[in-house]
């Protein structure tokens, strides 16, 4: 007896939502595309990530040694560097330099070094300029934002 009531209530319920007029979807709202979409910097080889303007005031540098790293079609390298600068804004800004230097380069590591201190570790960078060289980094999801990430040795 209930199973019957209940499929009196669905056929009553089916036969009501057959009267109602059919209703046209709504339009969605159209708005434009997020900024990393809009003017993309093209290169031969594809997009370039980040900016490529070289900042004032660098702190003082020199690379000690270069060695190319590439694989898998992308151009990269292995950059030691030689300053006293030790905090996070002076290796920030040298990384900015080395990024405009590199604008050719997919890929740069930077490692930071004082010399004059028997060549002391102090911290690290890396330069990504393309989507090749965000996949030769590691990066599967997306590249850092600025196109490089700065990190200073505890």
């Not at 490529?52 to 190319?68: G, K, N």
């Not at 010399?115 to 965000?134: E, Q």
């Amino acid at each position: 007896m209930a199973a019957l009531v209940l499929v009196a209530a669905v056929a009553v319920f089916l036969w009501r939502a057959g009267e109602e007029p059919v209703r046209a979807l709504k339009t969605p709202e159209l708005r434009p595309a997020p900024e990393i979409f809009e003017k993309p910097q093209r290169v031969p080889g594809g997009i370039r990530i980040g900016s490529f303007e070289r900042p004032e005031d660098v702190p003082a540098y020199e690379i000690l040694d270069e060695i190319s790293t590439g694989s898998d079609g992308a151009r990269s390298a292995l950059l030691l560097v030689d300053t006293r600068s030790r905090s996070q804004e002076d290796f920030t800004l040298i990384t900015r330099d080395l990024k405009a230097r590199y604008a050719d380069y997919d890929f740069v590591s930077i490692e930071f070094t004082d010399s004059s201190v028997v060549l002391d570790y102090h911290g690290g960078a890396i330069v990504v300029n393309t989507p090749v060289g965000a996949r030769h980094a590691g990066f599967v999801y997306a590249p850092p934002n600025e196109g490089y990430y700065v990190r200073v040795a505890d």
